[in-house]
């Protein structure tokens, strides 16, 4: 649910031209790692992942506002769905492989998984 919401403010920021999706990762003792987002753009700028209008309203028309949305947060007008709705998609083939690497020290305390949301 925070993600969703997470999802909806960065439209709701950037006066919406863009939709941070597709969020994964955990909450640690110390802090929370998101893994793989995808943005959402009007004018389809960040890869492949980047679904462009249709993505945007293809979200909208699956997001459910909740308690950590605010009310006056904006949506687009167009709230169709354009694209099929998936759980857990991860927008990017089973055959490919990212490489990875630690970029800062490990986070203390167990990891919760919050899981990963697609459509």
């Not at 943005?39 to 309203?57: C, E, W």
């Not at 007008?77 to 630690?102: E, I, L």
Request: with cysteine; net charge positive.
């Amino acid at each position: 649910r925070v993600m969703q919401a997470l999802s909806h403010f960065s439209y709701h920021a950037s006066g919406g031209q863009f939709v941070l999706c597709d969020l994964q990762g955990g909450f640690y003792a110390d802090g929370v790692v998101l893994t793989d987002p995808a943005v959402l753009s009007r004018n389809k700028s960040f890869g492949v992942t980047d679904l462009g209008p249709t993505g945007i309203s293809t979200f909208f028309s699956q997001h459910r506002c909740n308690e950590f949305c605010r009310a006056d947060w904006t949506k687009p007008a167009d709230q169709r769905r354009y694209h099929n709705v998936t759980q857990g998609t991860s927008m990017v083939g089973s055959a490919a492989h990212v490489p990875t690497h630690h970029s800062r020290r490990p986070m203390s305390g167990g990891m919760a998984a919050i899981g990963e949301y697609g459509y």
